[in-house]
């Protein structure tokens, strides 16, 4: 099991088959944050700040019984906003680090079984939702990486 949980945390941090989120954020130019490489596309901080909510809501689901997700797809992307103060980016890149923190320590717990239900579920694992955050954070990373690429800063 403790091998098991080395390897997601890797996936996790990314840097073997993706960049990992700090590399992706790294020295990036906060004039571009809120900037659209293409009108089709989201910004930088829509990325991570639908990251973060994605994020949230599964760390939420594991941990709480009662938790309610956000309406699907709509809740789980936030309203564009026309200036991105550096108030609002620190509040989205904290919230989404401090989350993932908790997730590695959820990882690390040796008191969870990463292949038992998750006990207020009926069929949803702890290694699946970890899973679910590899995949999904991968996903939006490449996608940051790309805007940043459109826009001349990576």
Known sequence: MEEL??????SLKGG?????IEKALKNINPEIRNVKSNENLHTIWEELEHMRIAQEDILNYILKPNWKSPEYPDG???????????????ETYLGFFSDFNKVLELVNNPD????????????H????EFIIIVEHNAYHIGKIVDIRKALSDW
């Open 5 to 10: 949980r080395e390897h997601i945390v890797k």
């Open 16 to 20: 073997q088959a993706f960049v990992s």
């Open 76 to 90: 789980y992307w936030s309203d564009p906003v026309e200036v991105l103060d550096d108030e609002k980016w620190d």
């Open 112 to 123: 969870i079984d990463l292949l038992k239900i998750i006990p207020h579920t009926t069929a």
């Open 125 to 128: 694992t702890y290694l699946r």
